[in-house]
């Protein structure tokens, strides 16, 4: 068997980014398929606010590996796409690959805004990128779209100066033949804070979950309260939000990280707020993370008990019931707002990519691995894994996952020469 120098990586997030950065920089042709219509995944949506002291998030990474993949000639990105059949074995892969219509052609999309503009629903159908996105392209939802619905609009093609929006696009199938290995970097989904209804989420305004959180900084720069626009004095943090219970008894291993960066975000931006963090134990692994749980000692309140229930209070307050573990009993205090530390868990189309491929899911959910030592090769020769996809990771892990599954798929693949 010949191994052919082209992979395939499925999931474009930092994982997935990273390995197709290593493998073109090996001199490995890529196809890197992306589900949704730009590539970032998660981490696109995290907020990276300088303070004082770096915050340790590493999301600052993702714009530089985003430049480097859109302008590297070895790296074809197909967005918009699924992987829906695979044949062959490990050096001579066939991926079938469907890409799924965004009515607007990257190629010819000057993201100008005026279809944005004279796009007639609300939510408008017509999204703009943000700032980084890859590919910088406007994109319409076709759930929201009037004309893809049946209706007469044409306001949006009609303004476009570059007739870039065809609504007549149909899904394309592509073969991608003598693959010589896959990856697989699909990412992770945010836990769902409305399976626990006692913590209030999505009956108060105030009671967020901390992916929520990241958006408002990321795209109002400061923290206001939904319910009446004031910036709040005293905030909650409650850890462990379906991570660690009977339903879910893997840590997700970010929660405290973000929670904690997020905490000394407010108290940057806001000094004389009250932020209090609720905790059964605190995961603070990582490079330079005990140092910087121990400078926000100095200002945020640990209490290390567990809410049991949250509702609402006067003053479009909420309140928080607590077991304070440490002291022994059940208390009850008021805050602005909740912010709910959700957990990763395992995407919801694991299941339908994993008959395609033909590999294994472990009893969590994430992709099963084929021994306990190696986290990166599956059960099938060939294909491997990338990110939190296979366990729960942050970004610097999921950077030096992917890295690892490129560097094993081009060992695999060296023996087959």
Known sequence: MKAERSIVVIGGGIAGITSALELANSGFTVYLVEKEARIG?????????????CTKCSACLLPQKLSEVASYPQISI???????????????FQVEVCQKPQYISPQKCIACGMCTEVCPTMPKAIQSPPPEAVPYSYSINESQCLRLKGKKCNLCREICPTNAIVFGQKPERQELNNIGAIIVAIGFDVFNAREIGYLGYGRYPNVLTGFDLERIFRNQGSLKLSSNGKEPKKVAFIQCVGSRD?????CSQVCCKYAMRLARLIKHQKPDAEVTIFYIDLQTAGKGFAEFYKECQGNIRFIRG???EISEAPSDEVEVKFENITEGKVDRENFDFVTLSVGIAPRKDSWELAKVLGINLGDDGFFDIKEPFNSTETNVEGIFLAGACQSPKDIPDSIAHGISAAERAMEVLKRCQ
């Not at 995290?46 to 004082?52: D, G, L, Q, Y």
């Not at 197909?78 to 001579?92: D, P, R």
Request: proline share 3%; with cysteine.
């Open 78 to 92: 197909l967005t918009n796409s699924m992987v829906v059949g695979v044949k062959g074995e490990l050096g001579n």
């Open 41 to 53: 995944g998660q981490a696109a949506s995290f907020c990276c606010k300088a303070t004082e002291v």
């Open 306 to 308: 567990v809410p049991v």
């Open 246 to 250: 009977e339903n879910h008894g893997y």
